[in-house]
């Protein structure tokens, strides 16, 4: 079995130590940074598969570290948020953090996310390897198998999650879905209550595929009902 590296950045030791006792019981290969600018620098020399990112941290925020690991890369990013902090989190996914976990939170619940999150990547990984299934949508073309999307021949770069939406809304043409049934659907195991995500996400898709998205043509929004996908 590959062991998977794992980067923990975050500055108070003694929950950096637990993480860490408890990742390296668990067969994952840890490193850690106490710092913003140390943990960048290990997020590119490293190359770790995950990596765990407290938000207040000392030098740079965590919320500066993931846009920049961002801009690089797109390893699955799980943000360590104090109690509470729900701009925080609403702020870390739109930075493009993958998932988040709230301050005081179990190693098992920890662990958990973490495998959920490397299975994802894996299940991407594989899909990449099964045939092409492109499906078009005017000038939009989306690889349902292979996580690939191109609009005028021009690929873009989405998230997983991003992805995920576009395919779930697409794959379901003109159909409305709540925020409550594409959080359950999407998202599934993690995402309790907190309907933003989903704004989050359609909006970060939106600046991705539509040419004007304040005037969207692909992902329309139903008033006071939820979000479907349309042929423009
Ligand atoms: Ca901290």
Do not use: H
Request: a negative charge.
């Amino acid at each position: 079995m590959d062991m998977k590296k794992i980067l923990i950045i975050e500055d108070e030791k003694s929950i950096s130590d637990i993480i860490k006792f408890n990742l390296d019981k668990e067969g994952f290969q840890t490193e850690t940074a106490y710092d913003g600018t140390i943990g960048l620098e290990k997020a590119q020399s490293l190359a770790p598969d995950l990596i765990l990112l407290d938000v207040m941290l000392p030098g740079i925020d965590g919320f500066q570290v993931c846009k920049k690991i961002r801009e690089t890369s797109s390893v699955p990013i799980l943000m360590l948020t104090a109690k509470e902090e729900e701009v925080d989190k609403v702020l870390g996914l739109e930075l493009g953090a993958d998932d988040y976990i709230t301050k005081p939170f179990g190693m098992r619940e920890l662990i958990a996310r973490i495998k959920a999150n490397l299975r994802r990547i894996e299940l991407v990984s594989s899909l990449q390897n099964e045939p092409s299934n492109l499906r078009e949508f005017g000038n939009l073309a989306i690889d349902m198998n292979r996580y690939e999307v191109r609009k005028d021949g021009v690929a873009l770069e989405l998230t997983l999650r991003e992805f995920e939406l576009l395919r779930y809304l697409a794959e379901r043409e003109n159909k409305v879905f709540s925020r409550e049934q594409l959080l359950e659907e999407v998202w599934g195991y993690e995402y309790y209550g907190d309907i933003r995500t989903v704004d989050v996400t359609v909006r970060r898709l939106r600046e991705k595929l539509e040419d004007d998205s304040s005037d969207p043509g692909y992902i329309m929004t139903k008033r006071g009902i939820g979000y479907y996908f349309r042929r423009p």
